[in-house]
T-cell receptor
Framework: GAGVSQTPSNKVTEKGKYVELRCDPI?????LYWYRQSLGQGPEFLIY????????DSGLPNDRFFAVRPEGSVSTLKIQRTERGDSAVYLC??????????????FGEGSRLTVL | KQEVTQIPAALSVPEGENLVLNCSFT??????LQWFRQDPGKGLTSLLL?????REQTSGRLNASLDKSSGRSTLYIAASQPGDSATYLC??????????FGSGTKLNVKP
């Protein structure tokens, strides 16, 4: 696609429920990133994919969070047993290359998650 | 842990003024420094990318500079317009893949 696409744009769920957030990166971009942004703060790194593999998942806060990118394109961020503290905007970004030559990051509009 | 700081947190200027936004980072071994714009409720839009070997980049009324030795980058906006009102974020790339973001400067340009 022309840009990074994220769905849903808004998700309201109850504490304890399971949530999936989807990211469709720019066509041909090999690197994909998930970030989380709380109100008034800059985005915080969650996980980075190079192709199909999670090259760095050190930003995932705990084992309730998991992400996949099975075919090296679309990625899904999965959150189990959601907690109120998970409420934030989840941003996806892609870049043409990864590593040191990552170049420009291009972001989607984000998925706003609210856990009641 | 790498830290990125942006000062001021908020800035209000009259239309037409030239202004400078500041970004500082603790580790000078960065790969790239990227500036973004974020409108309320929206994602981040890339403005300028400065690679570690470069000192500045320009796009239209925007000019970004990078001084690795002092750990600083500045974003210069010439002849500001109300449409420039947004939050501006800088991000420093380290460790091959991680981009560390500042908390942003919220800019308001008054007509």
């Amino acid at each position: 696609g022309a840009g990074v696409s994220q769905t849903p744009s808004n998700k309201v769920t109850e504490k304890g429920k399971y949530v999936e957030l989807r990211c469709d990166p720019i066509s041909g971009h090999t690197a994909l990133y998930w970030y989380r942004q709380s109100l008034g703060q800059g985005p915080e790194f969650l996980i980075y994919f190079q192709g199909t593999g999670a090259a760095d998942d050190s930003g995932l806060p705990n084992d309730r969070f998991f992400a996949v990118r099975p075919e090296g394109s679309v990625s899904t961020l999965k959150i189990q047993r959601t907690e109120r503290g998970d409420s934030a905007v989840y941003l996806c970004a892609s870049s043409l290359l990864g590593g040191r030559m990552a170049g420009e990051l291009f972001f989607g509009e984000g998925s706003r998650l609210t856990v009641l | 842990k790498q830290e990125v700081t942006q000062i001021p947190a908020a800035l209000s200027v009259p239309e037409g003024e030239n202004l400078v936004l500041n970004c500082s980072f603790t580790d000078s071994a960065i790969y790239n420094l990227q500036w973004f714009r974020q409108d309320p409720g929206k994602g981040l839009t890339s403005l300028l990318l400065i690679q570690s070997s470069q000192r500045e980049q320009t796009s239209g009324r925007l000019n970004a500079s990078l001084d690795k030795s002092s750990g600083r980058s500045t974003l210069y906006i010439a002849a500001s317009q109300p449409g420039d009102s947004a939050t501006y974020l800088c991000a420093a790339q380290y460790n091959f893949n991680k981009f560390y973001f500042g908390s942003g400067t919220k800019l308001n340009v008054k007509p």
